[in-house]
């Protein structure tokens, strides 16, 4: 059973592209699921730092084939860009290989993703602008287009001649916007496929001959479960499924190859964008977590809300996705606080709860219930093993495990690669 799928706990950002890019190095194959360029995944090599938006976190480890898959949208002119910024920086790129089946944004989504949010006004969700919810309604709505369709140009322009005029309907009449011209997009994306021509393959072939030759093959998952359109805190959700079984129908994977579920938590919680955060903290000490914590979107540069561990939150995701070990990120972060809260459930409307209730306005309301821990205050940063960690430190970790009933495998101290503890049942 090759398949580690490694899907984020909480709502984005917990650090999957480090633990991703630790994974890879003895993967046969690394696919990103879903989601599109409103992920930011980062990875520190020394003194370089590499924020991948498309572009599997695998792709620094030249052994590894690294898949744009079928769940994804893809914005090919965001994908070239990326593509020229790694090879600039001496990545190679022979190993990268992007689904036919993934879909594009076109250059009419991330405009109207603008303009709908704009129309929510203050019931906006606080998207990333990049056209993604957009895309997705036309995959759903089968008016979108693949990346595959780069190859069949007379097809996708008779596509764009029957999809355009109801794109433009909407962008002149609801938002009076200006119209899109099928000359001048064909025109662009003729260009993107001579560029892209190279990556393009059916990657069932591939992922299936990696299966049956038992060789390692890991989901990058994108953004996190409280995102998931169906599980997370709709609608201020994104329009993807980041959940350990949206990985799967994202990489074309049946779960019975699946050996490990991996969820990347951080050790603490930040969101980016609106929508409820039980445990978010207003005042002076997120501020602070905010600073230390470096909290600031790697795709939009927005600061990311930042507040206290959530169990509740934590426990629901590790039941949703079937998660059976725990990356915990962020330690060092955490390492001057006096001390410091962990939530274990919520009070609203005289009942107690001990998961997320989908009644987003009960949860914007509710008293998340705390804990206390003491804080450590000194440096995890240098911790290599376990035993390293300063004892309220590593009884921080085992609450955490107590709470989701989950062992911890991974602790992250640091974003470089090396600050990385890995305890028994991790690799
Ligand atoms: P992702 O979207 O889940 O891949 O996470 P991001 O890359 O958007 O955000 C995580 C940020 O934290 C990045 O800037 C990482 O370099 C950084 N990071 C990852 N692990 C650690 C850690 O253990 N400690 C610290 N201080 N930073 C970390
Ligand atoms: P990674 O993979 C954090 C959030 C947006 C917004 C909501 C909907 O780096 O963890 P969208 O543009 O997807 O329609 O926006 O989802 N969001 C993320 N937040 N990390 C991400 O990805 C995110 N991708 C989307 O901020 O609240
Ligand atoms: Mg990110």
Redesign the pocket.
Known sequence: MPVVICV?GQW?????????DLLAETAAMVVRSQGGNN??????VGER?Y??NLIP?GILHPKTTCIIGNGVVLDPRVLLSEIEALEAAGADLANLVISERAHMIMPYHPVLDRLEEQARGDDRLGTTYRGVGPAYSDKVRRIGFRVGDLQKLRFLEKKLEFVLPLKNDILGKLYGAPPFEVAAILEEYTGYARRLERFIQDTFPLTHGALARGEEVVLEG???TMLDLDLGTYPYVTSSYPSAGGCLAGSGIGPRHVRQTLG?Y?AYTTRVGYGPFPTELTDGLGDRLRE????Y???TGRPRRVGWFDAAVARYSVALNGIDAVAL?????LDDLETIRICTGYRSKGQAHDHPMANISHLKHCEPQYEDLPGWRAST?GARRYQDLPPAARAYVERLEALLQAPVTH?????ARD??IIRAGGR
Do not use: P
């Open positions: 984020g984005g950002d917990e650090g999957k592209g480090k633990v991703v992920a930011g995944h980062t990875v520190v730092e924020r991948f976190a994108a953004q996190g990347v951080k230390v914590g470096h909290e979107g790697t795709t990120t962020k330690l060092d972060v940063a602790i992250s101290v640091g974003a600050q990385t």
